[in-house]
Nanobody, 125 residues
Framework: QVQLVESGGGLVQAGGSLRLSCAAS????????MGWFRQAPGKEREFVAA????????YYADSVKGRFTASRDNAKNTVYLQMNSLNAEDTAVYYC??????????????????WGRGTQVTVSS
């Protein structure tokens, strides 16, 4: 089992950047593929990015491709989401999630077994 805690959210102007972190408990962090999702008010939770156990493979939603980068440091039990060129449509609560199954690009919510509580990102226009 793994517990996830997101941090790094906040208020940023359009065009700005933020880096989210997700710290995981436990000694088997490297056994999990990790995902980032977001949920805006009144909308369903949607896929943002996923990164494989080793960090070699990553997959992004079209809406963030080229602006967001997922990375991880298995020695620190942490996964990151670097967000650049933010716009108002990126405003949402961002969640990280963990999955022990075989890497399959991780874009489906149902793939993930464990979720953090989220961190708010607000982009002002």
């Amino acid at each position: 089992q793994v517990q996830l805690v997101e941090s790094g959210g906040g208020l940023v102007q359009a065009g700005g950047s933020l880096r989210l972190s997700c710290a995981a408990s436990g000694r088997t962090f490297s056994a999990y593929n990790m995902g980032w999702f977001r949920q805006a008010p009144g909308k369903e939770r949607e896929f943002v990015a996923a990164i494989s156990r080793s960090g070699v493979s990553a997959y992004y939603a079209d809406s963030v491709k080229g602006r967001f980068t997922a990375s991880r440091d298995n020695a620190k039990n942490t996964v990151y989401l670097q967000m650049n060129s933010l716009n108002a449509e990126d405003t949402a609560v961002y969640y990280c999630a963990a999955d022990r199954s075989e890497w399959s690009y991780g874009s489906k919510l149902t793939t993930y077994n464990y979720w953090g509580r989220g961190t708010q990102v607000t982009v002002s226009s």
